[in-house]
């Protein structure tokens, strides 16, 4: 199944500022899907991302404060842009994976200061 | 709309206990697929099961067994003699196939404690 790299693995950032996260694939995949995960709480779908297309956001998810590039079929990045402490959360990538599972980047880990 | 509820916020057994993670799902699509994911400390998820809307036979994996039931729109989860390594964030999702994003929803999870 694929494995994916996930970067960077945690962070710290001031209010105000943006952080990109990156998910690099090791195979080819047509989805990747990008999700948050608040403290003690379930994960929570931002965006599908396609490559060659603008990604789809959730509802409650926007453009403007999580742009996403999917420049090829094995490269994605989130943006968290204009940063508050409410931001902080685990941010993980996903691809469908064998045997019908997901797999999912080891998250990266924002605190907001 | 799709829907996955995990009543039980939080478990606690003694090691060697079996215990049941209860899931229940709600969709409008005739196939769909579930799956449960397991959220150890160190924060990755692990993939345990996928199962698809079409087969209902039960499934065991070592200590592991799962519990598809269409009739209740249940997909429970079993450990059995669970050991202190079961202790984790347990995560039941659904896909529907319909869904042309093939996205998974979650449900919020049940947290695991293993007591020594």
């Known amino acids: 199944s694929a494995v994916i790299s996930q970067k960077p693995s945690r962070d710290i950032c001031q209010r105000g500022t943006s952080l990109t996260i990156q998910c690099q694939v090791d195979?080819?995949?047509?989805?990747m899907f990008w999700y948050r995960q608040q403290p003690g709480q379930s994960l929570t779908l931002i965006a599908t991302?396609?490559?060659?297309?603008?990604?789809?956001?959730e509802s409650g998810f926007v453009i403007d404060k999580f742009p996403i590039s999917r420049p090829n079929l094995t490269f994605s990045t989130l943006t968290v842009s204009n940063m508050s402490p409410e931001d902080s959360s685990i941010y993980l990538c996903?691809?469908?994976?064998?045997?019908?599972?997901?797999?999912f980047g080891s998250g990266t880990r924002l605190t907001v200061v | 709309a799709q829907k996955v509820t995990q009543a039980q916020t939080e478990i606690s057994v003694v090691e060697k206990e079996d215990v049941t993670l209860d899931c229940v799902y709600e969709?409008?699509?005739?196939?769909?697929?579930l799956f449960w994911y397991k959220q150890p400390p160190s924060g990755e998820l692990v993939f345990l099961i996928r199962?698809?809307?079409?087969?209902?036979q039960n499934e065991i994996s070592g200590r592991y067994s799962w519990n598809f039931q269409k009739s209740t729109s249940s997909f429970n989860f079993t450990i059995t003699a669970s050991q202190v390594v079961d202790s984790a964030v347990y995560f039941c999702?659904?896909?529907?196939?319909?869904?042309?994003?093939?996205?998974?929803?979650f449900g919020k999870g049940t947290r695991l404690h293993i007591l020594p």
């Open positions: 999702a659904l896909s529907e196939a319909q869904n042309r994003d093939d996205k998974i929803i």
């Open positions: 991302a396609n490559q060659g297309s603008e990604a789809t956001y």
């Open positions: 199962r698809n809307s079409f087969d209902e």
């Open positions: 195979s080819q995949v047509t989805m």
């Open positions: 969709t409008r699509d005739t196939t769909y697929y």
């Open positions: 996903s691809v469908q994976a064998g045997r019908g599972g997901y797999t």
